[in-house]
């Protein structure tokens, strides 16, 4: 009697622990995606990342309070000018390698927020097992409420390399709330350095920029919301539906 209530009383710690953070490693597909993609690290709560349904169709809707810090190991500790990180954004299960040309496209609904620093909503990144140090060749995000499409530059044996704004077009947020917005981003790593062209909405906004990447990196897409903690920033909440990534060669 004594083991059977001690069992039970696991179970309810485990579960208020998984209620709290969410349950990490958790698969997100959908009928209309042609890649899963997974919670690599935990959420700081259960609503970070809810199913929501819009004219009968399925999304995903991400929302980040200010103080959620992400649950990833370097997270909670300064680094890049903020105290701690925000983090609710999933990560490509598949890794992809250089040499290959990407079609990577997404439906997005901006529905409030993103008027903090450096809010990012989604990248390509580089990190592999072997490939620890390597940054994300790409990066959209918004800062002070206006978007930035960051490049990686500068990358040699010594450096993993900067960010730098490719994005000439001046993009508030504010003009792009409640509507969705067709992201398209063609991606070639069959040169050195890579390319990149951005579309919003069949619109060119990046036309064949240079990107740069650490020669070990596996590009994989990660999308959500990922921010500097403590810098003001107010609750932001992002819907993405109809992810596609495509080998174009």
Request: net charge positive; with cysteine; glycine share 8%.
């Amino acid at each position: 009697m004594g083991n059977l209530l001690l069992t039970g009383a696991l179970c309810l710690v485990l579960m208020a622990i998984a209620n709290a953070s969410g349950a990490q490693n958790k698969s997100y597909s959908d009928t209309d995606w042609n890649t899963q993609f997974f919670d690599n690290c935990g959420l700081p709560s259960r609503t970070s990342i809810e199913r929501v349904k819009m004219d009968g169709d399925r999304k995903l809707r991400f929302t980040l309070h200010p103080g959620d810090i992400g649950r990833c190991s370097t997270d909670k500790n300064a680094r890049h000018s903020a105290s701690y990180w925000e983090r609710a954004e999933l990560a490509q299960k598949e890794r992809r390698g250089v040499g290959r040309r990407y079609k990577i496209t997404s439906e997005v609904i901006f529905q409030s927020g993103f008027t903090g620093e450096r809010e990012a909503f989604f990248q390509i990144h580089g990190w592999a097992e072997d490939c620890q140090h390597a940054y994300p060749p790409v990066m959209m995000k918004f800062t002070n409420g206006k978007m930035r499409v960051e490049t990686l530059r500068g990358v040699s044996n010594t450096s993993s390399g900067r960010h730098r704004n490719a994005l000439k077009k001046n993009i508030k947020i504010s003009s792009l709330y409640g509507r969705p917005i067709s992201l398209e981003l063609d991606f070639d790593t069959t040169t050195l350095p890579g390319r990149l062209s951005v579309s919003l909405n069949g619109h060119q906004i990046v036309s064949d920029t240079s990107v740069q990447y650490a020669s070990c990196a596996e590009p994989y897409v990660k999308f959500g919301i990922y921010r500097p903690g403590g810098k003001g920033s107010e609750t932001s909440v992002v819907i993405f539906d109809d992810l596609r990534i495509e080998q174009l060669k």
